[in-house]
């Protein structure tokens, strides 16, 4: 078994829509998230930011944390974080197979996301996790993590058209499944929610967030804002990282933390694959696992301020709008390398490169990420449009180091 392969324990994989298995599960097991204190988290971007702020400011107040996450991005047990931090390979097993076991005889099998998010919180409570931040799977309201019937406070990141086959084609259908986490809890939600959504989530007591925010600093290590007239700095790039840095204040103050723990765990937090620089020398890496429009704003702002010939790696799975993803990035880029993400839903690469190749002349197809990596002629290479594409780059980075 290779380290980024999820553990298997016979039950498929992915995710199946209804909160009902996860319940059951959830029972059997002894019912482990009544034990913690939940930060509830569903959003169409902004999601793993969000989770990694919370988690550092939990952990910088003393507190021992347990965060869920998906999909993962360098390694498997990055889902299953405690204090930040992967749990061993053994322990996450051991969870994993008592979750199993407890599935034994149920008539509607979990599936493998179900039996990763019981398995979850099951460790979170047997290895003594005061605070669980939980990110939701898909939608909201019927997604395994909902299974939990006492929350803290739920947080809705953003909302976009995302997932239109499972959870609508329109941006009412689509709020109305992230509201769908807020059960008798203090909901918070950014200022920049998208209009459609506004009225509808204020009519539920949601807390507007980061509405005097302002950036006043953009560097290629982060970026500094104002919030609350309290100075704040964070590791990571894009104005919508500063709205989710104060998406975690409001939920922090709402638990109670003390603002020292506020400041000093949002400048430690950070989360890879999130317009993640590496430098090398002679060249400058981004990687970015954003792959629908309304996430490329960080990169595309990160891009503005950094100087040199640009090249971009990009893939992107079927189900992705790849003519918007082109119109925004096709022209900031002087060459175009187009690579077959590793997956089974891969759109098809001459479909990608055709979108491309109206905003930028120099689009290219490419074997995989080595040879694109390989072929790259520019000092800044930015790979994106999959979280599938960035392990394999990674790996060819550190190579070169």
């Known amino acids: 078994m290779t380290q980024d392969q999820p553990i298997t324990i016979g039950y498929r994989q992915g995710s199946k829509f209804g909160t009902e298995r996860a319940e059951e599960l959830l029972h059997r097991l002894g019912d482990p998230d009544n034990k913690l204190k939940i ?19 939990l952990v910088c107040a003393g507190k021992r944390v347990g965060t869920f996450t998906s999909p993962a991005v360098y390694s498997y047990e990055q889902c299953f974080c405690m204090d930040g931090a992967p749990p061993p390979k053994a322990l996450l097993l051991k969870y994993l197979a008592a979750a199993s076991q407890a599935a034994e005889g149920m008539d509607d099998h979990p599936s493998q996301f179900e039996l990763e998010v019981c398995a979850a919180l099951a460790m979170f409570a047997g290895e003594g996790c005061e605070y669980c931040v939980l990110e939701c799977g898909l939608g909201g309201l019927y997604d395994a993590t909902n299974a939990i019937m006492h929350k803290e406070v739920a947080v809705i990141t953003s909302i976009s058209l995302e997932h239109t086959d499972v959870l609508g084609d329109n941006l009412t259908d689509i709020y109305r ?53 309290k100075n704040y700095s964070i590791r990571m790039h894009g104005d919508e990282q500063a709205f989710n840095a104060c998406l975690a204040i409001d939920c922090a103050h709402i638990l109670g933390i003390p603002d020292g723990a506020i400041l000093r765990g949002l400048q430690s937090a950070y989360i890879g694959g999130r317009v993640e620089i590496i430098e090398c020398p ?120």
């Open 39 to 57: 930060i509830h988290v569903a959003g169409s971007n902004g999601k793993g930011s969000f989770c990694a702020y919370m988690t550092s400011i």
């Open 282 to 401: 002679g060249a400058l890496y981004i990687l970015d696992g954003a792959h629908n429009p309304a996430a490329f704003s960080p990169l595309v702002q990160t891009l503005s301020y950094i100087d040199g010939a640009k090249t971009l790696v990009f893939t992107c799975l079927a189900d992705k709008d790849v003519e918007a993803n082109a119109a925004i990035l096709g022209h900031l880029f002087d060459e175009i390398l187009i690579v077959p993400a590793p997956d089974g839903r891969a759109m098809d690469i001459n479909a990608i490169a055709s979108a491309f190749a109206l905003y930028n002349a120099n689009v290219r197809i490419c074997a995989d990420i080595p040879a694109a990596m390989g072929m790259a002629g520019c000092h800044v290479v930015a790979v994106c449009g999959s979280f599938t594409l960035l392990k394999e780059a990674k790996k060819w980075i550190g190579q070169r180091q």
């Open 177 to 229: 499944h992230k509201a769908g986490i807020i059960k008798n809890c203090p909901v918070v939600v950014p200022s920049t929610i998208c209009d459609e959504a506004v009225y509808y989530l204020a009519a539920r007591g949601a807390v507007f967030s980061g509405q005097d925010m302002v950036v006043t600093g953009r560097y290629v290590d982060g970026q500094t804002f104002t919030y609350g007239g």
